[in-house]
């Protein structure tokens, strides 16, 4: 058998970026031959990945993008599977590059970013979790762009042309408080009409004269539309006045919002921690 080096496994762990057990049992393998080891990793660590591919990735950050002027950002959700990977540096700066990578090329889908696809295979074959890219929010300025990270959570851009310690203040509200809209106006239709019937049978259930349910309904439903539009919250700063009144105050305008959370939307596998355990000695009797 030939002879493994310390160096040998060394180098061969820089081309694959895989484990040093894994490389020395390659090289092994092919007889201390390189090119063959690594070939043999990649097609290995190509089969692990796609194993991978079936795993829930719900953890993740999300990787932002300002351009110098502030008028071009980008922000891109991409998921693994523990929160563990979501701190590794290598995985951050992926995130980073996509994000960089939407505001520049404007791709009008995930799939337009099938030039990551050969760095994301390398990434899960080094890192050993599947990784996605998810999605991404990107926005061309009217006026001027502020970013707020919260953590690598929550990433929010704002375009606001009022001073940037407004854009950065509302970028702050909206990762705090996540509208599902910018106005009434943009809610759309069917949202409202099911929330006033939710309304509805609940005013009933009061036993309130006609005139009385009906005024419980319009407060249930504008409550309703308040907390969920940015324009209609009160600011986190200053909960005695509305967004809308604050810009009004500051003669601003706010013209667009993008907001991404980490795994929003995405159903976690819970785990049974008793469960599993009583599984694993029913499974070593």
């Known amino acids: 058998m030939a002879e493994i080096s310390a160096g040998l496994v060394k180098e061969l762990r820089e081309l694959t970026g ?3 057990m894994e490389c020395k049992k390659a090289l092994v393998e092919t ?6 080891a690594e070939e043999l990793l990649r097609i290995k660590s190509g089969a692990k990945a796609s194993k991978a591919a079936g795993r829930i990735a719900a953890e993740g950050v999300i990787g932002a993008w300002l351009s110098a002027d502030a008028k071009l950002g980008a922000l891109a959700e991409v998921n693994c599977e523990t929160d563990f990977v979501a701190k590794n540096e290598d995985f951050i700066a992926f995130a980073r590059e ?3 990578a939407v505001a520049q090329s ?12 050969a760095r994301r295979q390398a990434l899960v074959q080094k890192i050993g979790e599947n990784i996605s890219i998810r999605r991404f929010a990107r926005i061309e300025a009217v006026d001027r762009l502020a970013l707020y990270l919260h953590g690598v959570k929550i990433g929010v851009l704002v375009d606001c042309d009022g ?7 509302l970028a702050m509200h909206i990762a705090a408080n996540k509208p599902q809209y910018l106005s009434k106006s943009e809610v759309p239709a069917d949202v409202v009409a099911r929330e006033r019937d939710i309304a509805l049978a609940w005013a009933k259930e009061s036993g309130k004269p006609p005139e009385i ?16 539009t940015l324009l209609g919250q009160a600011f986190v700063k200053d909960d005695k006045q509305s967004v809308e009144k604050l810009l009004a105050s500051r003669k601003a305008k706010l013209n667009a ?7 929003e939307g995405i159903e976690k596998k819970g785990s049974d921690f008793a469960a599993e355990v009583l599984a694993t000695a ?3 009797r």
């Not at 007889?31 to 063959?36: I, N």
């Not at 009008?108 to 970013?113: E, F, P």
């Not at 919002?257 to 795994?263: A, E, H, S």
């Open 18 to 20: 895989l484990g040093m």
């Open 31 to 36: 007889g201390g031959d390189l090119r063959k």
């Open 98 to 100: 996509v994000a960089e």
């Open 106 to 117: 404007n791709p009008a889908d995930v799939q337009g970013l099938a030039t990551f696809e």
């Open 163 to 169: 001073a940037q310690d407004l854009g950065k203040d």
């Open 213 to 228: 349910v009906a005024k419980m309904v319009e407060g249930t439903v504008n409550k309703f539309l308040n907390e969920n």
């Open 257 to 263: 919002y993008r907001i991404l959370v980490v795994g």
């Open 282 to 284: 029913g499974g070593a």
